[in-house]
């Protein structure tokens, strides 16, 4: 943790946005949200007929959601780690296509 604060320091004082940097130490904090995109994704470009009112638009703003909570940690919050499990992101809660129809958990 101390080494990410000494480079986000370090860009910080070169005039660098530590943004791109911070996404990527915080997307393997969400990888089962990003997989469960990535499966929805595929279901529906393997769809022949598929309805095009359907999307994955509740997974990706899952995935989003846990990579926005852990670059930008609510203050009231600073002393806890954001994952998808955080009470920050309740995927549960999120309905997507047809999970249970179109491809297993």
């Given amino acids: 943790m101390t080494e990410i604060r000494g480079t986000i320091r370090t860009m910080l004082e070169k ?3 530590p943004k791109d ?6 997307r393997p904090e969400c990888t089962s949200l990003q997989q469960k995109l990535q499966r929805c994704e ?12 359907l999307s994955c638009m509740y ?5 989003v959601t846990c990579v926005d909570g852990c670059v930008h940690p609510h203050p009231s919050r600073s002393n806890q780690k954001y994952t998808h ?10 309905p997507d296509i ?3 129809t179109i491809y297993p958990s």
Avoid: F, V
Avoid at 21 to 26: D, F, K, R, V, W
Avoid at 59 to 63: I, S
């Fill in 59 to 63: 997974p990706l703003r899952d995935w």
């Fill in 98 to 100: 047809n999970t249970n």
């Fill in 21 to 26: 940097y911070l996404i990527e130490i915080c």
């Fill in 42 to 53: 595929t279901a529906l470009k393997n769809m022949t007929h598929a309805d095009p009112e």
């Fill in 85 to 94: 499990n955080s009470p920050a992101t309740n995927t549960d809660s999120s």
């Fill in 15 to 17: 005039g660098q946005d």
